[in-house]
């Protein structure tokens, strides 16, 4: 049996029920310390309803240092399991029975897997008004609207009509304190928006880049890959984001930027074979896509007060 980790803070007063879930994955784990960070933080006599907290969702691939559960299994593509499946969907049927079914709001912690580095950015369905309110609050460096997939937490929750949000928090297998500090913030700044917390005058951060669509590139022959392109870099169409070259040190091919967007995430394996992620561009949306949820976060008293080397 698998024992699941669950902190559970009740406030003095009844209000909504929101879960956060950090290392769904067993790699990913600057999610841990930011829920630490924010239980330690909450005093429950002023919680107005109750956080439901969830350290490391994934024990075994934890213990694994591993991306999937004890059966090789993503427990993101087997949500919502079922009672008489196998391992991991077993324990995804009663994940979302005991714990994840109770809540009304979800944030979802990840961070980039092996292999590969992450901006901090939020996916999120910007077509519903409180999910893209709380991927605003989160004042990542990018949102990306992305509607949930089938068989994902954030998609169990989001079908039943429940803001989710799904934050990227770096890179695997390491604590980044400056991610880990403004993911913090950006709860605690919508833990006051659904009037959980009290509201406080905090200075914000920087607002994101607003993307509407992504695509990952990969590559069409194997090579060691050299992508020069940094996190955060905007990107013209036809610009070289990547190169292969062969045992030798002859460049082998070279890949284009199809067309102008944004780094969200890259591949830093020097080792490729065919098929291997490359570099994950985010399209910008047009400025008129969000400006009225800019105009309506403004008018907020939510400025969060990032620390000073907090990075931009």
Known sequence: AVRLPVIVVRGRRAGPVFGITAALHGNELNGIPVVHRLVASIEPHALRGTLVVIPVLNIPGLLQRSREFSDGTDLNHVIPGRENGNESQVYAARLIERVISHIDYLADLHTASFGRTNTLYVRADLDDPITAHMALLQRPHIVLHNPAQDHTLRGWVSARGRPAITVEIGNPHVFQPKQVNRTLMGLRAILSQVKMLPRRTMVMGPPPT????????????????QVPVELGDHVEAGQIVARQVDIFGDVVQEYRA???????????????????????????AAPSRFVELEAHLAGEEFREDHEKDDEP
């Open 210 to 225: 607003f993307c509407d669509d992504s695509q990952w590139l990969f590559t069409d022959k194997g090579g060691l890959l």
């Open 258 to 284: 199809p067309g102008s967007g944004i780094v969200i995430g890259k591949s830093v394996e020097p080792v490729s074979a065919t098929g291997a992620r490359i570099v994950h561009l985010g399209r910008i």
